[in-house]
């Protein structure tokens, strides 16, 4: 055993005195190392969470720093704590802090965001400044890790255009050891404008494979542009390293969607492909227009759409929704009558060349079950005109039912028959209307046409038409009529017809059967139903066919009647003729003994007796007479007739020369 110094042993207990104060010392200036350092860490954190998240402004009121944990309390995210926090709460050990700048977990409680919306796609929000507009430092994640986050009691306050919308969201997150990661919330709105219900969930593993599921219950957009109602459904993403896009799947329901024009209820909609190329199915029905529902496929950048109709469809609604949906005027409709049954519309959109992002291509048919309409289309849109080809038929058109009656000239109307309508046609549809071109051939069969005072029946024949908006014939094209009323009614006509782009009709070689005659018009020209000036010339016109004709009432005549006349006309107004008739040798019999006596015959007058005397039974060698006048109406008559009336005058001969006003002679009195 060694034996120490005395005087070592006296210095001894000194020695471990100093030691004591020094291992206490150091202990001291650990712990305050620790403390200090994971103070400055712990604000270290805030600073480059709460900045890299993009609250350059964010300032705290308290913060209470222990061994594992900091609690930062009444956090304003900007310099008039208009968003802010309750409390943001981190617990770790210090050790794990230190060396491996590792937080346990995270704690957000009772943060509100006040904030604005009013254009673009996300919101603005007081204090924040999005990282593209400013440098991004680091974010918590990746300067200290931690193993759980947690969000309780978010509130996202927005002033809209729309009025205030609020939005309550609780979420988590949680990672493991491996560096997995899962994720789940719950956002909910509750008032008139934004009602929802949606539960968010997701997950990530270490390699960097990702999914996000998010589940809608009953929602509902209510603003004054986009309305949407009864919103049910799932939508799912996933990614990672290896996809360079999100791979999409959902599906959707909702009761009903207005935004502009678009107008659909019922809608069921499926999803799945990737943003680029997705693949969507949407099923619906058109609100407004009953029987109307919606089938559209959006595959491969290529979308086909069919609109069928049940029942009785009235077309203009379709011509509505197409000028609506281009924003253009549309066509004129006052015209297209409704009636067609179970329309269908498919509509096939081809994908967008590269090379002109653009232009839209589109492939269009239209048909009913009645096959009353059957056309098929190729059409562009450049973003601004609506351009292509249309081709149809052969279809046929019923009077009663959707003829097109704008090919008619104006001034007329359509009042019975049919049409058969083939060719391939171009159009255009832009700022300055619908401009349509032919060459359209239009086969007419037995078709009745109107512009009082004419009126056509049975109108026949083939026309080819140049355009269609406005009509205008390919040359002139012959027309056949059974019968028309010009004033005189006409049968068996034939004629060549031109429409010019001006709305003009030309018609040229006009003849047809008047009681057993013939009746020959020199070319003419109807503009906007009136003609002018039209020379008609009458040859071996029967008179007592005439006279049946004309339905005439307390006359009977015979004999064959030539002559000439000059005819015209406006919409609404009787026939204006002018002319000369004479009967041939060697003449024939006038009987007119009218009951009562008409006004131009009546009086004491000894040559009027005379006349009435003579026209009781008058066998003419001589009859001629000149007209002027509305036909059917008031005339100006001069009459010149030489015969016998064997009963009143024996065998001495009658000359009658009379100038006469009124409804002269029956024959000119058109029984319509």
């Keep these: 055993m060694t034996m120490l110094d005395p005087i070592e042993q006296e210095k001894n207990p000194r020695r471990m005195k100093r030691a004591g104060i020094v291992a206490i010392g150091l202990t001291l200036f650990v712990f305050l190392l620790f403390m200090f350092s994971g103070s400055f860490l712990a604000r270290l954190a805030f600073h480059s969470a709460i900045n890299g998240a993009g609250f350059p402004n964010a300032h705290y009121e308290n913060a209470r720093f222990g061994t594992s944990g900091v609690t930062f309390e009444r956090v304003a995210l900007d310099t008039d704590s208009f968003s802010t926090i309750e409390t943001i709460s981190a617990t770790y050990s210090l050790p794990g802090l230190l060396f491996r700048g590792k937080i346990d977990t995270l704690s957000l409680k009772n943060a509100v965001l006040t904030g604005e919306w009013r254009s673009g796609p996300i919101p603005a929000i007081a204090g924040w400044i999005p990282n593209s507009q400013t440098p991004s430092p680091p974010s918590l994640p990746e300067v200290f890790p931690f193993a759980a986050l947690t969000i309780e009691n978010l509130r996202l306050d927005l002033d809209t255009q729309e009025g205030g919308i609020t939005l309550l969201a609780n979420a988590a997150l949680s990672?493991?050891?491996?560096?997995?990661?899962?994720?789940?919330?719950?956002?909910?709105?509750?008032?008139?404008?934004?009602?929802?219900?949606?539960?968010?969930?997701?997950?990530?593993?270490?390699?960097?494979?990702?999914?996000l599921e998010a589940n809608i219950e009953n929602g509902r957009v209510n603003l004054e542009s986009f309305k949407f109602s009864?919103?049910?459904g799932w939508i799912t993403a996933s990614g990672g390293p290896g996809t360079p896009e999100p791979t999409l799947s959902g599906q959707l329901t909702a009761g009903k969607l207005a935004a502009g024009w678009i107008q659909m209820q019922s809608l069921t909609a499926s999803l799945d492909g990737t943003p680029d190329a997705p693949h969507l199915i949407v099923n619906g029905a058109a609100a407004g227009v009953p029987g109307l529902a919606l089938a559209a496929e959006l595959r491969d950048g290529a979308l086909s759409a069919t609109l069928s109709a049940s029942g009785k469809t009235d077309l203009r609604d379709y011509l509505t929704l197409t000028a609506k949906i281009l924003n253009r005027p549309p066509p004129p409709m006052q015209t297209i009558p409704k009636g067609f049954s179970a329309l269908t519309l498919r509509l096939n959109r081809e994908p967008t060349p590269a090379d002109r992002p653009t232009l839209r291509r589109y492939s269009l048919s239209l048909s009913d079950a009645e096959k009353t309409l059957d056309a098929y289309s190729d059409l562009m849109w450049d973003g601004n005109t609506l351009a292509g080809t249309i081709q149809t038929g052969p279809i046929s058109l019923d009077a009663a039912g959707p003829l097109f009656p704008t090919l008619l000239p104006e001034g007329w109307k359509l009042v019975g028959g049919t049409a058969d309508i083939q060719g391939q046609i171009a159009m255009a549809y832009d700022t300055s209307g619908l401009r349509i071109d032919g060459p359209m051939k239009i086969k007419l069969k037995d078709v009745d046409l109107d512009s009082a005072p004419a009126r056509i029946e049975g109108a026949e024949g083939s026309f080819v038409f140049d355009s269609l908006t406005p009509p205008v014939t390919t040359g002139f094209q012959k027309l056949a009529i059974a019968q028309a009323d010009i004033g005189l009614p006409i049968e068996q006509i034939t004629a060549n017809i031109k429409i010019d782009p001006s709305g003009v009709l030309t018609v040229q070689g006009a003849s047809g059967d008047f009681a057993n005659g013939r009746i020959e018009a020199a070319p003419f020209e109807i503009h906007g139903g009136s003609f002018q000036g039209v020379e008609v010339r009458l040859s071996g016109v029967d008179l007592k066919r005439a006279v049946k004709a004309f339905r005439a009432r307390d006359i009977s005549l015979s004999g064959i009647l030539d002559g000439g006349m000059t005819l015209s006309g406006k919409p609404?107004?009787?026939?204006?003729?002018?002319?000369?008739?004479?009967?041939?040798?060697?003449?024939?019999?006038?009987?007119?003994?009218?009951?009562?006596?008409?006004?131009?015959?009546a009086g004491d007058d000894p040559g009027l007796e005379t006349a009435r005397l003579a026209l009781e039974n008058l066998a003419y060698e001589a009859l001629s007479v000149d007209f002027k006048g509305p036909l059917g109406g008031d005339m100006e008559t001069h009459l010149i007739a030489r015969g016998y009336n064997s009963k009143a005058f024996g065998d001495r001969p009658v000359e009658l020369n009379l100038n006469l006003q009124g409804a002269i002679l029956p024959l000119f009195q058109l029984a319509r």
């Design 175 to 211: 990672t493991t050891a491996d560096g997995d990661a899962a994720f789940q919330a719950n956002i909910e709105g509750k008032q008139y404008q934004l009602s929802i219900k949606a539960g968010l969930s997701g997950k990530k593993t270490a390699d960097g494979q990702w999914s």
């Design 230 to 232: 009864r919103i049910d």
């Design 572 to 601: 609404g107004e009787p026939v204006y003729a002018q002319g000369r008739i004479e009967a041939r040798a060697p003449g024939g019999l006038v009987r007119y003994a009218p009951d009562p006596v008409p006004a131009f015959l």
